[in-house]
């Protein structure tokens, strides 16, 4: 069936690098993508969405872009803090559907 | 800022039992939804709820399971019978009609022993 999947699962960085996860999807139909945080212990957070329609969206230090090509969705986020440390997760939503579909987490963990 | 909020924040149960997962999401909103997501794994669709009614529910969503808006603001989920399997964090989340963007509780650790 159709899935969003993550290419990585976990990512370090130093603190005040950039870090970029990285999100594959399947269905091509999508045309709402969602990146949420989660930090331990807590519900998803939304970070950053962007539409299909759009390639790019900038955020307080955090950019989507959206590749239709090759499917593609990444986050990119600036000068990452310790407070970034957290599982990141893109999600998906299909036309007509009434739920997000969401893919298996990034780990990222930013060293001090 | 509004939020979603779940009680408990940790229920431990015996199989067998049954267990009512609460939530009250945010007061405009009008589409509310719960997911789970078993330790470590991806967050996973159960059901959404609109209009008092279930618009959608996943294959995890069985005849265990049931959701209820029993007045203006609470948003449950029912789990019949429980089974080990059941063991996960439970989110609820809601979104305004018109948007897509769902917000989020912070989840019932659901343990069944």
């Known amino acids: 069936g159709e899935s969003v999947g993550l290419h990585l699962p976990t990512l370090s960085v130093q603190e005040g690098d950039n870090s970029i996860i990285n999100c594959a999807y399947s269905?091509?139909?999508?045309?709402?993508f969602i990146w949420y945080k989660q930090e331990s212990g807590k519900g998803p957070q939304f970070i950053i969405d962007i539409r299909s329609n759009m390639d790019k969206r900038q955020g307080q230090r955090v950019t989507v872009l959206l590749n239709k090509t090759v499917k593609h969705l990444s986050l990119q986020i600036a000068a990452t803090q310790p407070g970034d440390s957290a599982v990141y997760f893109c999600a998906e939503n299909n036309p007509g559907a009434n739920n997000l579909f969401f893919g298996t987490g990034t780990r990222l963990t930013v060293i001090p | 800022e509004p939020e979603v909020t779940q009680t408990p924040s940790h229920q431990v149960t015996q199989m067998g039992q049954e267990v009512i997962l609460r939530c009250v999401p945010i007061s405009n909103h009008l589409y509310f939804y719960w997911y789970r997501q078993i330790l470590g794994q991806k967050v996973e669709f159960l059901v959404s709820?609109?209009?008092?009614?279930?618009?959608?529910k996943s294959e995890i969503f069985d005849d265990q399971f049931s959701v209820e808006r029993p007045d203006g603001s609470n948003f449950t989920l029912k789990i019949r019978s429980t089974k080990l399997e059941d063991s996960a964090m439970y989110f609820c989340?809601?979104?305004?009609?018109?948007?897509?963007?769902?917000?989020f509780g912070p989840g019932t650790r659901l343990t069944v022993l």
């Open positions: 709820f609109y209009n008092n009614e279930i618009s959608e």
């Open positions: 269905n091509s139909a999508s045309d709402y």
């Open positions: 989340a809601s979104r305004h009609r018109g948007k897509i963007e769902q917000f």
